[in-house]
């Protein structure tokens, strides 16, 4: 059986960084094993990626290089749910590119990452919008919450002033 | 639970996101790897197959869901199936290589 208990000051780490929140639900089982609901995965994971767009955002456009790294890209690709194929389909490059960055044989050039950032503020907003944008009709897309959107708005604003 | 059901249960829990990850899922797997928690449940949710386990030391009913990361590398996650106050749920063990 699997206790569900509210923990403070929880450390949720991602490879996109990490953060701390005031309150998290923890599963605790019998035999004392520690575990995340999906759901929680997916609130906290929401929460690392604003963390990091608001961190990289105006970085990214006001430096004249700017690259990802391949364990950055992964994540963006595990957070948007989608393959190989269909990343380099959102951000404009062959399979096999996408192949070599996450391998780390070739960079991201900086208009891919720009878009990839796109991409995630996107999916942040709009959750389930890029499988839409892929194609997938099945893929009911859902607005976030009004706080989240207010936060990416600011970022996108304090990047254009 | 013979493999026949806890397939069919394995592709309803997992179709209500009924998902629970260990923190330390890659505890005794492929920590260099180092997924996420946000990556195993894509795993979970990726194509693969249910099989039973072979290792003695798993006591109960465990099973492996073998599938593919993102790089095309094979993974082996040991999953077990427990309960909370709504109901089962897929809890992952571990995610690691395949061996």
């Given amino acids: 059986m699997i206790n569900r208990v509210k923990e403070r000051l929880y450390r949720y780490k991602h490879a996109l960084g990490s953060i701390v929140v005031d309150e998290v639900e923890i599963g605790v089982s019998a035999k004392g094993r520690r575990s995340l609901s999906a ?8 929460l690392v990626v604003l963390s990091y767009l608001k961190a990289n955002y105006r970085k990214a456009i006001e430096a004249t290089e700017y690259t990802l790294t391949a364990s950055e890209v992964r994540a963006v690709v595990a ?26 044989e ?26 839409k944008l892929l194609g997938d009709e099945s893929i009911t897309v859902r607005d976030a919450d ?11 604003y304090s990047s254009a002033a | 639970m013979n493999l026949k059901e806890a397939r069919r249960l394995f592709f309803k829990l997992r179709s209500e996101n009924r998902i629970d ?3 330390d899922h890659v505890i005794g797997g492929h920590p260099e790897r180092g997924y996420s928690m946000d990556e ?27 599938t593919k990361d993102l790089q095309e590398n094979a ?18 063990i571990s995610a690691g290589e395949r061996t």
């Fill in chain 2, 40 to 66: 195993v449940v894509s795993l979970v949710k990726g194509s693969g197959r249910l099989q039973d386990t072979t290792e003695r030391r798993f006591v109960g009913d465990r099973f492996y869901w073998r």
């Fill in chain 2, 21 to 23: 990850v260990c923190e």
């Fill in chain 1, 79 to 104: 957070f948007l749910g989608v393959n190989q194929s269909e990343f380099g389909q959102l951000v404009g490059c062959q399979k096999s590119k996408v192949s070599k960055i996450l391998r780390s």
């Fill in chain 1, 146 to 156: 009004d706080s989240l959107v207010r936060e990416l708005n600011q970022m996108r």
């Fill in chain 2, 75 to 92: 993974v082996r996650l040991v999953v077990e199936f427990d309960e909370d106050n709504a109901g089962q749920v897929i809890l992952v």
């Fill in chain 1, 106 to 131: 070739q960079q991201i050039s900086k208009s891919q990452a720009l878009l990839t950032l796109e991409r995630l503020a996107m999916e942040l907003a709009r959750p389930g919008s890029t499988r």
């Fill in chain 1, 39 to 46: 759901a929680e995965i997916d609130r906290l994971s929401r």
